[in-house]
């Protein structure tokens, strides 16, 4: 499955497999769970004006070649730039 499909709970799921922690908090829709996600893997966001507002996100990384997600909201852009930072542009599908 592409990391760009991945919403809700499979999502939250993937984040906590790519961050070494057990699944059940909702990274991708709690600020207070993502927050510390975000400080840690230098989670960058920000809207895209020429694609309707959409939310793209990426982890600033010194070793270069940033991977951009984009989300619905802040919150899927920045969890799914994590996971396909830690984990690859596609997961198993099992989650």
Request: proline share 7%.
């Amino acid at each position: 499955m592409k990391t760009s499909e991945l919403g809700g709970k499979l999502l939250d799921t993937w984040v906590a497999k790519a961050i070494s922690q057990s699944p059940g908090l909702a990274y991708s829709s709690d600020w207070a769970a993502a927050g510390p996600v975000l400080e840690k893997e230098k989670v960058m966001i920000s809207p895209m004006p020429g694609k309707g507002w959409i939310w793209c996100a990426c982890v600033v990384s010194q070793t270069g070649n940033p991977r951009y997600q984009e989300g619905l909201t802040p919150l899927q852009a920045a969890m799914r730039a994590v996971v396909v930072y830690r984990i690859g542009v596609e997961v198993p599908d099992e989650g």
